[in-house]
Structure formats: structure tokens, C-alpha cells
């Protein structure tokens, strides 16, 4: 009897720390999974490790690597400096096709040649769009779109067209259309797509208007001879008389003279003729 007693308080025992075990494993803490790791940061588009959204074009561009010429350009135009500050302090962002360096080799001998320092600036503007354009954006453009580079007809434009899942960018210049290649940077407020040709603005490489030919010099016209003033003081020489009317006068009087002499003559041959009766 005492036999059969212990015999099921230690099964009761055992059964009760079998209980207790299960509990405490029900009501341990489910073991956390490790979160996703967080893009690098030096990924293209990824932001940089502060959290900071891009505002540097030029660090991008170096960090991307293949694009030292047009990193050249933007800082000799100082346009880089203008371009940190509108991504500063911009609520519409900045999107920038950067030709590769691939892209300026490939350029004609002398393209840019002749270029004034102003035209510089524009060419670097004409690669840059007033405001953050995604790739999607881009594709959905139905007109042309305009650029930060201006002249005397206004804003300098691209014509923005689909092409398959990517967009066609074309400036107007003959055989100066491009497809952009890849993205350096997709965080608002600023996006980068490169792109295997320098763009070139229409209005710096189009077709140029002639130059107009002169105009005709006026023909002389004839001055008329001045007349001379008279001076003051000074008798002018007497007109000459008509050669005809001189002639006259001088028969008229011979005239008179003659008859004058023959009257003379008759009267002395009167009194001669009287004394002799």
C-alpha cells in the first residue's frame, strides 16, 4: 500500500514539472528577426549616411566616376556653386543629364571651340532641367520641356519622346539625340541620368541665320555751284554791252555827224553864192 503511494507521488511530481516547463516555454519572447539592411550609402541614388538628401552634384559625379570633364566645365562656369544652391533651397528640385567623358571625346575637332565664356554657362545650364523629373516622369512629357539655359527667344528646350522603357532626349541639332544610359541619382530634389552624348543647344549649333549683305552706299548728288557773295567795298566790273547794240549807237551817231557836216557845208555854200551876186 505505502508501495503504491510513493509510486504516484512521483509520477505527480513528474507530471507537474512537465507542466511547468511547457508554460514557461509558451510564454517566453519570440526571437526578433534582423531588419533588412539599409542600402549603402554610396549606392547610386541612396542618400547619404546622415540622412541628408543630395545637394551636390559634383561629389555625386566624382563618386560615380566617368564624368571628370563635365565636373571640369560645371566649376570653371561656377554653375556647380549655383546648382548647390537652388537643390538647397528648392522646393521643385533639379533633374541633369551628364554627358559622360566618353561623350566629349566622341565630339568633332572644334565643336566647342570659338564659344565665349558666356556661351559656356549655357551649355552647362542646357544640361540641367528646373525641376526633379523621374524616369517615369520624364516618359510621360507630351511637349518639350524647358532647361535653366536662356537667350533672346527664351528658355533653351529639349523634345523628350518614350522609347521602350526608356525615354529619347533630343536637342534639334542633327545627330544630337541620346537615350539616357543610367541613373547616378534618384532622391528628390535631385536626379542624374547619364547620357552617352554632350548635349548641344540649337541655338548655339544649329544652322545660323546669313549674315544680311550691306546695304548700298548712297549715290553722291550733284551740289550746285555757290554763288559768290558779293564783297563789301568792292565795284563789280561793269557788264559788257551787246556787241549789236554798240554797233547801233556807233552808226547813229555817225549818222547825226554827217548830217550835221552837210548842213554846215550848205549853209556856206549859200553865202558864198550870195556874195558873188
Same mark, same amino acid.
Given at each position: ?48 549616411? &546622415? ?13 560615380? =566616376? =566617368? ?18 544652391? *537652388?537643390?538647397?533651397?528648392?522646393? %521643385? ?8 567623358? &566618353? ?14 565664356? *558666356?556661351?559656356?554657362? *549655357? ?16 516618359? +510621360? ?22 522609347? #521602350? ?6 536637342? #534639334?541639332?542633327?545627330?544630337? +539625340?541620346?537615350?539616357?544610359?543610367? $541613373? ?67 552808226? %547813229? ?13 550848205? $549853209? ?5 553864192? =550870195? =556874195?558873188?551876186?
Amino acid at each position: 500500500m505505502a508501495s503504491a503511494s510513493r509510486i504516484l507521488l512521483v509520477a505527480f511530481l513528474l507530471a507537474t514539472v512537465s507542466a511547468m516547463a511547457a508554460a514557461q516555454k509558451a510564454v517566453a519572447p519570440a526571437k526578433a528577426k534582423p531588419a533588412p539592411a539599409a542600402p549603402a550609402a554610396d549606392a547610386p541614388g541612396a542618400a547619404t549616411a &546622415d540622412g541628408k538628401p543630395p545637394t551636390d552634384p559634383i561629389a555625386i559625379l566624382k563618386k560615380a =566616376g =566617368g564624368f571628370t570633364k563635365f565636373c571640369d566645365l560645371l566649376e570653371q562656369t561656377r554653375v556647380d556653386t549655383q546648382l548647390k544652391a *537652388q537643390l538647397t533651397d528648392s522646393y %521643385n528640385g533639379l533633374t541633369i543629364f551628364a554627358p559622360t567623358d &566618353d561623350a566629349f571625346d566622341s565630339l568633332k575637332a572644334g565643336t566647342l571651340n570659338g564659344l565665349s565664356n *558666356q556661351d559656356q554657362i *549655357q551649355m552647362m545650364l542646357y544640361c540641367v532641367l528646373p525641376r526633379f523629373y523621374s524616369l517615369s516622369m520624364l516618359g +510621360n512629357i507630351k511637349d518639350k520641356v524647358n532647361t535653366q539655359a536662356s537667350g533672346h527667344t527664351g528658355p533653351y528646350k529639349y523634345a523628350i519622346k518614350p522609347s #521602350g522603357n526608356n525615354v529619347n532626349v533630343s536637342t #534639334g541639332v542633327k545627330g544630337n +539625340n541620346m537615350l539616357l544610359n543610367s $541613373v547616378v541619382s534618384k532622391d528628390f530634389p535631385l536626379s542624374i541620368y547619364s547620357v552617352d552624348k554632350v548635349p548641344l543647344p540649337y541655338e548655339l549649333f544649329g544652322p545660323q541665320p546669313p549674315t544680311p549683305a550691306p546695304a548700298p552706299a548712297p549715290a553722291p548728288t550733284k551740289s550746285k555751284p555757290k554763288k559768290k557773295k558779293k564783297s563789301a567795298g568792292i565795284a563789280e566790273a561793269p557788264e559788257a554791252e551787246d556787241a549789236d547794240s554798240t554797233a547801233d549807237d556807233t552808226k %547813229n551817231a555817225a549818222s547825226s555827224l554827217t548830217g550835221r557836216w552837210v548842213a554846215a557845208l550848205g $549853209v556856206l555854200a549859200a553865202a558864198v553864192l =550870195g =556874195g558873188a551876186f
